[in-house]
């Protein structure tokens, strides 16, 4: 097998992240809701995972990282949280729709106002753009670090220093780099650093979270349940309680807290540039093969995620065949959550439909990540994905 689809989660876990899982599934009890031993361990275990992910990122509190199920989680309390009526936030084209939905919710039900920094031929921002549409009520910056679709990356300490220099507020969407690019959140300058667990961090899925940096104000998404103050009506206005309604998933966090122990002593910037010649290999490879398009920026650095398209072949036809006839599993379709695909970048991203000429409706094209025959052909054999395969494919059988 050989699994190319670690954007969307990776599949191949250290192997002490299930056995974390297994022991706390076996000896752990309700973080929070009591004194007694299991209650307790189960407290100790979420605190120390608090503790490796603030050291992690450089979040100056344990205190200050909230878990939650996911990045999606993460960023819907953030977002929802910190602007209010009246308040202008800026973000990019480069977005997944984790970002896009809370925001275009805030801008329909609270008439928050919504500009995007556009992204060009290339899917690369330009930083003035951030600062260019600042205005007198702009609240916030909420900007992915990379993009899904294309790998590229915002280059997060420079839209920092606008965000600082404006007083505003910095919310970042790490999914695709937490775990496989060093995070520093405050050189960066981040206020709130949303996470996923079960991508680059290797931890199981239903786990995630938010660093987030003193002094900031949230509004809690959802309340109660916390077994902390009980008889009080308002939610604990401490963090991380504050943001941490019902029973967290106290097993999967010892399983995230044991991935990242394992990111910690591999370190991060061997996996970023493991990754990087990996990802540097196949472009070089795929790059050369005819009637195959890759998008991105591949002159700068980069999240190690390759989107392509092979002529005008279905995606999902091909992913189908991959994986059924050659035991490869790569993400196919549109991707249409990015707003990436509906404005500028779509336009280059979608191939032209060779009979009229005309670009394909978004809801139509499954070509993203389109993968064919000589594609299949350079994954076998250069053993691009030597690390993640368990069985060798046969390349007589192509
Ligand atoms: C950039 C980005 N943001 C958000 C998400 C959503 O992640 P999750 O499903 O873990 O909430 C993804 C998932 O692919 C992503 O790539």
Redesign the pocket.
């Known amino acids: 097998m050989i699994y190319l689809d670690n954007?969307?989660?990776t599949l191949i876990k250290p192997p002490q992240v299930a056995q974390a899982v297994l022991t706390a599934m076996q000896s752990l009890g309700n973080t929070a809701r009591g004194a007694h031993g299991y209650s307790l361990d189960a407290a100790g275990t979420v605190y120390e995972a608090r503790e490796k992910l603030a050291k992690l990122f450089n979040c100056k509190r344990a205190d200050h990282v909230v878990f939650t199920?996911?990045?999606?989680?993460?960023?819907n309390i953030a977002i929802t949280g910190v602007l209010k009526k009246g308040d202008h936030v800026i973000s990019s084209d480069?977005?997944?729709?984790?970002?896009l939905r809370p925001l275009y919710r805030m801008q329909t039900e609270q008439g928050v106002a919504v500009d995007f920094v556009p992204a060009d031929a290339r899917g690369n921002v330009n930083y003035a753009d951030f600062q260019r549409l600042i205005k007198p009520n702009t609240k916030a910056i909420v900007c992915?670090?990379?993009?899904?679709?294309t790998g590229n990356m915002i280059d997060i300490q420079r839209v920092g220093e606008i965000a600082r220099n404006n007083n505003l507020l910095l919310i970042v969407?790490?999914?695709?780099t937490a775990g496989t690019k060093a995070i520093d959140m405050q050189k960066l300058g981040i206020d709130i650093l949303?996470f996923?667990?079960?991508?680059g961090l290797m931890g199981p899925?239903g786990t995630?979270g938010m660093c987030i940096a003193e002094g900031v104000d949230i509004r809690p998404l959802i309340v109660g349940g916390t077994g902390v103050q009980t008889y009080s009506k308002a939610q604990p206005d401490r963090l991380p309680t504050l943001l941490e309604a019902g029973t967290l998933n106290g097993h999967g966090i010892a399983g995230l807290s044991a991935a990242v122990d394992y990111i910690s002593e591999v370190g991060t910037e061997r996996i970023a540039s493991k990754e990087a010649s990996l990802m540097r290999r196949f472009y070089d490879g795929v790059n050369r093969i005819d009637d195959v398009t890759v998008y991105g920026d591949f002159s700068r650095d980069r999240a190690a995620i390759v989107a392509l398209n092979i002529g005008a072949s279905d995606s999902g036809e091909v992913a189908d065949t991959l994986f059924e006839q050659y035991g490869i599993a790569v993400r196919a379709g549109s991707a249409r959550?990015n707003r990436a695909l509906s404005d500028s970048v779509f336009r280059i991203l979608t191939p032209r439909k060779k009979s009229t000429g005309r670009s394909l409706p978004c809801a139509r094209s499954r070509r993203i990540f389109a993968v064919t025959n000589p594609l299949l052909k350079y994954i076998c054999q250069t053993k691009i994905c030597t690390d993640f395969k368990t069985t060798e494919p046969q390349e007589e059988t192509l």
Do not use: F, I, P, Y
């Open positions: 954007a969307s989660t199920a996911n990045v999606t989680q993460a960023l480069l977005e997944h729709n984790s970002v992915t670090h990379a993009s899904n679709l969407d790490a999914a695709q949303c996923t667990g079960h991508k899925q995630g959550g």
